[in-house]
Nanobody, 120 residues
Framework: QVHLVESGGGLVQAGGSLRLSCVASGSIVNINSMGWYRQAPGKQRDLVATILPGGDPTYADSVKGRFTISRDNAKNTIYLEMNSLKPEDTAVYYC??????????????WGQGTQVTVSS
């Protein structure tokens, strides 16, 4: 079994900052791309940012210049530093990773999500 666990969500005022973390654990052989998606109420789940094992981050246009994704391969962990938060950033943020486990082939795994609420 492979799991992703997010943390760091919460309530913040517009203009504030939050840092999300996501740790992959379990019978992991290798991890390729990791990233963050978000889903606001009544909307589809959208890509926020992704990062490869060697770096090379990509971002949605809506968060460029405000969010920074980073990765610690030794800890199987990614982070999302969110600055200058806006009310429209309010959503459940999901961590995702392409993982090959001891007993499985490559699989896209999802975390349970963490709520981020930005008040105006």
């Amino acid at each position: 079994q492979v799991h992703l666990v997010e943390s760091g969500g919460g309530l913040v005022q517009a203009g504030g900052s939050l840092r999300l973390s996501c740790v992959a654990s379990g019978s992991i052989v290798n991890i390729n791309s990791m990233g963050w998606y978000r889903q606001a109420p009544g909307k589809q789940r959208d890509l926020v940012a992704t990062i490869l094992p060697g770096g090379d981050p990509t971002y949605a246009d809506s968060v460029k210049g405000r969010f920074t994704i980073s990765r610690d391969n030794a800890k199987n962990t990614i982070y999302l530093e969110m600055n200058s938060l806006k009310p429209e950033d309010t959503a459940v943020y999901y961590c995702t990773a392409d993982i090959v486990g001891i007993y499985t082939g490559w699989r896209t795994t999802w975390g349970q999500g963490t709520q981020v609420t930005v008040s105006s």
